[in-house]
């Protein structure tokens, strides 16, 4: 579990799929299991409030990203509430989960993207983006460009070249080089095959 301070109120948390089986929670029960679920957060957000130096009461606004690849990204905001009570020990969540749309693989070499994308260019994928950010090497990929393929099959593939990435498509987009951008997959087997 990763936990990074965004603001004085906002922190996010980066759990892998690992982490969360060792928290006894499987991706599925994410879905069915809500009681579950908000003891499993409420202990989450103890540990974070640790390691940030910081109480947490009140309202928490949980959303949660779950990342096709990478595992689940925990964005909280604590926020006041004029309904509360003066119990400064009242913490409450409320957790909105939704499933990305994409996933993200984060490459040592060039050479290892170019690999990967002949070898996704072979299953007929076409789509994708590169990019380039801090010393990595990117590659993006929609729901919409593996849509004839299982996701499993595509991450067991990018993981022989790559590594699950944390890092946000937002942040790529905003801040990283763009290489490819649309048509990686058909662009690397044009110019690499």
């Not at 679920?37 to 959303?63: K, P």
């Amino acid at each position: 579990m990763r936990i990074e301070r965004m603001t004085n109120e906002k922190f996010k948390i980066f759990l892998t799929f690992d982490d969360l089986m060792d928290r006894g929670l499987s991706r599925d029960e994410l879905w069915s299991d809500l009681p579950r679920v908000h003891r499993i957060f409420s202990d989450m957000m103890y540990d974070a409030g640790v390691e940030l130096g910081v109480e947490l009461t009140g309202v928490l606004l949980v959303q949660v990203y779950l990342l096709q690849a990478q595992g689940m990204l925990v964005v909280v905001t604590r926020t006041e509430s004029e309904d509360l009570e003066d119990d400064e020990d009242y913490m409450e969540l409320k957790v909105t989960l939704d499933e990305s749309e994409e996933m993200m693989f984060s490459f040592v070499d060039f050479e290892d993207i170019i690999q990967a994308g002949i070898h996704l260019h072979r299953l007929d994928v076409t789509g994708g983006s590169v990019y380039h950010y801090q010393g990595s090497y990117y590659m993006l990929l929609q729901d919409e460009d593996i849509t004839h393929l299982d996701p499993d099959q595509v991450i067991a593939l990018l993981s022989e070249f790559a590594s699950a990435s944390a890092a946000t498509s937002h942040r790529l987009i905003e801040y990283g080089k763009k290489i490819m951008v649309g048509d990686a997959c058909e662009t690397i087997y044009k110019y690499f095959a």
